[in-house]
Nanobody, 131 residues
Framework: QVRVEESGGGLVTAGESLTLSCKVF????????LGWFRQAPGKEREGISC????????YYKDSVSGRFTISRDNAKGTLYLQMMNLKPEDTAMYYC????????????????????????WGQGTQVTVSS
């Protein structure tokens, strides 16, 4: 059974940084593209970043490009999202997505849905940025 666990969220002030982590169990981690998506109250889920199996290719939504960095440690089975210069509009629940058939370019280009765009995701971790 696949289990996805996100962690690292919190309450910060605008301009500060946070690093999110995601561990995936029950899946061949090193063979699966991974992504981060977020959902703010009243808004659609949006894919914000994605990374290839090897980590050699990374993708970012325009709104986070230059501020967020996605990375993965296949040996530890962990995905990361380093978030810098956080803004109040980054406030959302953040989720990790995993799927062997995850299409990174599509993932960051439009609203995403679990069960359609990806098969596995966790309970999320809340990020709140105060102004």
């Amino acid at each position: 059974q696949v289990r996805v666990e996100e962690s690292g969220g919190g309450l910060v002030t605008a301009g500060e940084s946070l690093t999110l982590s995601c561990k995936v169990f029950g899946l061949d981690f090193q063979d699966v593209p991974l992504g981060w998506f977020r959902q703010a109250p009243g808004k659609e889920r949006e894919g914000i970043s994605c990374i290839s199996v090897s980590g050699g290719a990374t993708y970012y939504k325009d709104s986070v490009s230059g501020r967020f960095t996605i990375s993965r440690d296949n040996a530890k089975g962990t995905l990361y999202l380093q978030m810098m210069n956080l803004k109040p509009e980054d406030t959302a629940m953040y989720y990790c997505a995993a799927d062997r058939n995850l299409l990174c370019q599509d993932f960051i280009s439009r609203p995403v849905a679990g069960g359609v765009d990806f098969s596995y995701w966790g309970q999320g971790t809340q990020v709140t940025v105060s102004s």
